[in-house]
């Protein structure tokens, strides 16, 4: 009787969760499909540059392995040029505990580490059926749109799921057949023909429209990943992004991956870039962080214009010959005040307050974080960008610099910290 009883436990819970069947053709050597274009075509530093070491190509298998070693993602990057919109379909098999991903719309920020890519990518993990297929944003917003779901991203950076179902699962050590096909904003992915993501992304700040593609070896267990017949076919780019798609009334909101008070770690590792706001100096900007020396109201009102809803002042009150609160709340903005002068009065609980403040930064809660010049915002930065964005010393002293930072004491205080507070 418990043997019989068993043996129903089981059959029912395979017929509940069977894996779904591999495409029979995927794996086997084909032709390029006409209009597209190979990317495994010739010696491996031929077609694809950055960690090379973790691949080879051979037969026109392009595998990756890892020896449970490695201490970071790692990255090759297609030489194919920058796409828009397209269609990339590609054989994939991975080992039971591999997790990989197919890297597009991507950019590579050596500034984060070597060879390191950023943006948009297809997951592949077999072991996961949740994960394998999904839409997730490297060293960005992260996941956008698990596998089984319909997601739209609005405009100010939210994601809700107008469709879910039970995600498929795809057996490891198995050839299947992946295909992305993205025109505008709207991205769908497949396995073996069956849809695992459909996202429409409306967030102007968040996404990107065109990039360059590639593939992942992940942290974790010792690992092995193939890619074999890898065909992208350019399409005609869409002149204007969707931005009128409609969110039904019972979408579900998505709460960010680590939970809202993860939301803007997200924006550690924005690009520095230069930016402007009237009557204010040294102004740069790093995704929903702004860094600057003092701003005037119209600088302010310019700030505010832009996403700004808080202001951090850097300043001692008796460098100050005006109310710098009551300038910034009469912007409309909120303050906060975490005052020093030199780097003597540059504490760490100082220091682990700021960072505190700009973790919680997003694209529509934007900070501006301020002193005289930018000399004191470029220390402060170096211990964000380090810690909470995990760049190296170097890169993050060089941004520093960048931003307004001249006093070399108040960089030696900020590398100190970093030092101090780095695992």
Known sequence: ?????????????????????????????????????????GPLADAWEGSLDDWTLKDGVLTGTTDGSVKVNRFITSKFPPAEDFELEVDVWVSPRGNSGIQYRSEVREDLGPNVMVGYQCDVVAANPKYNGMLYEERGRRILCHTGEKVVTDANGQGWVVKSSEPPQFAPETWHRYKVRVVGNHHQHWIDGQLTADHFDMDPKGRSLSGRIGVQVHVGPPMEIRYRNFFVKRLAPTAKPDDSVEIPDNAEKIVPQGGWKNAGKRDANHKLEKAELPGTRNVHRAGPIWLAGQPDAQGLAAAKKAGVTRVITLRSERELDFDDEALVKEAGLEFHAIRFGGHQQMTDQKIDRIRELLKTARHDAQILLHCASANRVGAVWIAHRVLDGRQAVENALLEGKQIGLLDPDLGTTAVEYVKQRKP
């Open 1 to 41: 009787m418990a043997l019989a009883l068993l043996a129903t436990i089981l059959l029912t819970a395979s017929q509940l969760s069977p894996a779904s069947a591999a495409d029979p053709a995927a794996g086997t050597p084909r032709e390029t499909p006409a209009g597209s274009e190979s990317l495994l075509d």
